[in-house]
């Protein structure tokens, strides 16, 4: 569907956010966000997931939510308004929206001096060049202890991802990190631990 024509329908409450992850996904997702104090999404689009990461965090937690939000013809972009009113429903934490891509997000991590994080869910740019920013960005972030999931990193007989950038990143240099464990695999998620020394 057109985005203007989602965006009109969305409005009157005849559309849903959007997303590429299923209800399983989610459910994943929330049991190993569960009570988590400082997270980050990137990837964030309708907010559909961001909501859920933010509706069982810890009350003190916060999220960072992260995507460029590129503007579209009309000079903004729908996704953002979207995200913002999806994700104000819920009232639990701080969300901190950071407008830029998950590498630059990670280069401002440092540069402001924040806490490594204990959780991580990546969903940004799929392709194996766009994984790779993220995961070399983050991944020194990342609490001993702490998660990252990753989206649309496995290839499923339900879902075959054959040759997609993520997957082949995943199972090429992510899989082979010794500082991370795997967790939990479920559909097209891959979730992560990082070992404590
Ligand atoms: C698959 S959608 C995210 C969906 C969302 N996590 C959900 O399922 O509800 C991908 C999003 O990543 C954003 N994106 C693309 N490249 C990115 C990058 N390099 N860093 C961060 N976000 C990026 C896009 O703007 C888009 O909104």
Redesign the pocket.
């Known amino acids: 569907m057109r985005v203007i024509t989602h965006f009109g329908l969305w409005l009157v409450g005849l559309e849903q956010a959007q ?3 299923s209800a399983g996904e989610r459910a994943c997702l929330a049991k190993h966000a569960a009570g988590k104090r400082r997270l980050v ?10 909501r859920v990461l933010r509706s069982v965090m810890d009350p003190s937690a916060t999220l960072y939510a ?5 503007v579209g013809r009309l000079g903004f972009s729908f ?1 953002y308004l979207i995200s913002h009113r999806e994700v104000g429903v819920v009232r639990n934490g701080q969300v901190s929206w950071v407008r ?4 630059e ?1 990670a280069r401002r991590h440092r540069e402001h001096g924040i806490p490594p994080v204990d959780f991580i ?1 990546i ?4 392709s194996y060049e ?1 994984l790779q ?2 995961w070399t960005g983050w991944n020194p972030l990342v609490a001993p202890g702490g998660v990252v999931a990753l ?1 649309d990193s496995r290839d499923t007989p339900a879902n075959p991802r054959p040759g997609a950038g993520s997957v082949r990143y995943t199972s090429e240099v992510i899989l082979k990190d010794p500082a991370f464990e795997v967790n939990d695999e479920y559909e097209s998620l891959t979730v992560l631990r990082r070992r404590t020394p």
């Open positions: 997303t590429q992850t999404e990137i990837g964030v689009w309708h907010g559909v997931t961001t992260v995507d460029p939000f590129p996704q830029l891509t998950g590498a997000a869910f969903d940004g740019d799929h766009g920013a993220d989206h």
